[in-house]
């Protein structure tokens, strides 16, 4: 053993001692967890995904999965209480084509690492028909990669545990999730499927600091609300950056300004906004995208209808 570097009942209590001093704040390695809490008796329990991918690029139709990572575990639908891990997976891809090295650089996955290895399709559908929601942090970029290389996640309900939790009104100063982690007191090797997994797991069990709810009640809740994307159709240029800083994204495809929300009440009062603020109360038109728990986070399109303000 080098001494130099204390053992772990040594590290504990300095740990222990930092913890209990005002002026330092201690992070410790994410220890992956099997067990949340026993499951009480009588309660009906459901079964989730958690998933993250690492791919060869970013662009869905140029680039592919080379790396999926998934658990499956169970939870408490009324709760949110998470309780048992039941399965793990983890396997790389062979992409057919070189892996970028600036990608490589990100996720440390190489050319020799995937040669001739091929994700077990039937491995991947068994734990998919066991589950009732799939969570991802930042599944606009995992769902559309997963649905073009194994559709039966098209099917699936989706929840993203970036887009659908409010963190600036948690007090929170980023949704990435190594930082979310960081603030529960835990730091993981980031960037490599299955351990993201873990991660995403322990924030789910993380209780929001504001609502005072578990993150993942929060997330099934959402699965129920109505979901529209609003575009702000032939918005003039001058209100670009009035309308960015409403949370509008530009989509360069279509040229237009569109907007997620989550209920009927913000869909009329977003309506009425544009209307004065970036319409000027002159003729003008939105597009109302319908999207349901199959459809959002995906790059498939919703039942669409034209809006005359």
Known sequence: ??????????????????DLH???????????????????????????????????GLNTLQCKVIELGMIL??????????????????????????????????????????????????????????ASVVIAHNAAFDRPFVEQRWPEFENKNWACSIKDIDWKAEGMGSAKLEYLLQTQGYFYDAHRAEMDCWALLELLHMVLPQSQQPVLLQLLETLNQPQVRLSALGSPFDTKDLLKARG??????????????????????????????????????????????????????????????
């Open 73 to 130: 575990f169970e939870f408490d639908p009324e709760t949110g209480q998470l309780h048992r891990v039941l399965k793990v997976f983890d396997e790389l891809e062979d992409p057919g084509v070189p892996i970028p090295p600036e990608t490589t650089a990100v996720h440390h996955i190489t050319d020799d690492m995937v040669h001739g290895k091929r994700i077990n399709d039937l491995e991947v559908q068994s734990m998919l028909a066991e």
């Open 22 to 56: 005002p002026d330092y704040r201690v992070l410790r390695r994410l220890q992956p967890k099997q067990v949340f809490a026993d499951a009480p008796h009588g309660r009906r329990l459901l079964k989730g995904i958690v998933l993250d991918t690492e791919t060869t």
């Open 248 to 309: 509008y994204r530009w989509d360069g495809d279509r040229k237009t300004w569109f907007r997620s929300l989550s209920s009927d009440k913000t869909l009329e009062e977003e309506i009425d906004w544009l209307k004065r603020k970036v319409y000027a109360s002159k003729r003008a038109s939105v597009e109302i995208e319908k999207l349901g728990a199959t459809l959002r986070h995906s790059q498939r399109q919703g039942e669409k209808s034209i809006v005359s303000l």
């Open 1 to 18: 053993m080098n001494p130099n570097i204390p053992d772990d009942s040594q590290a504990a209590n300095m740990a222990l001692s930092l």
